[in-house]
């Protein structure tokens, strides 16, 4: 995947500035798809000379050289066309786990620290989750195929920080830490 169809996502969601779309997208695709603002704005600039999307100068500009980008036809192509294609599973990629054979192949480096202090991200996060579960997914606000969606996206996040915080607390019973 590339970040512009996180972005053209987004913005099909709803249009917005460059500044606006960045800070929603920490809020939203940013739990499973990290990009910085600046990654962002030279992806709007790199999507609009394509002719995914377009700008104009934002309605609360001023004088500032703030714009509203929007999604144009070939963007919606774009994205259809992406949806389409095969993608591959999530690579588990996490140096916390070459420590651990580390540990396993010269014994006794001291990992349950570490163990704890990845434990209790997962914990925030976890809890993070759940506050967003019950702000914005109640029952009465599950009625349409979208809000449904993003609410297993949703838990899909809690699953894994659930599964992520099981197996700690269990490593850390072979580390000899618990």
Do not use: C, N
């Not at 940013?30 to 104009?56: D, K, N, P, T, V």
């Not at 996490?94 to 001291?110: I, N, Q, T």
């Amino acid at each position: 995947m590339s970040l512009s169809h996180a972005v053209l996502t987004s913005l099909i969601e709803k249009s917005s500035s460059g500044y606006d779309l960045a800070r929603r997208f920490d809020k939203s695709m940013g739990y499973f798809w990290h990009a910085s603002h600046q990654q962002i704005y030279r992806e709007l600039a790199r999507m609009e000379a394509a002719g995914w999307i377009e700008s104009s100068a934002a309605v609360d500009a001023g004088k500032t050289r703030k714009r509203e980008y929007r999604v144009l036809p070939a963007g919606r192509k774009e994205l259809k066309r992406w949806v389409g294609e095969e993608s591959a599973p999530m690579d588990l990629r996490d140096e916390f786990m070459v420590k651990l054979r580390a540990d396993a192949a010269l014994g006794g480096l001291s990992l349950q620290d570490e163990l704890r202090r990845r434990i209790d991200l997962h914990q925030e996060r976890l809890a993070h989750y759940r506050e967003i579960e019950a702000r914005d997914f109640s029952p009465q606000r599950l009625g349409t195929r979208a809000a449904r969606i993003h609410h297993m996206i949703l838990k899909k996040g809690i699953l894994y920080e659930q599964g992520s915080i099981a197996w700690g607390e269990e490593m850390l019973g072979v580390l000899g830490g618990a």
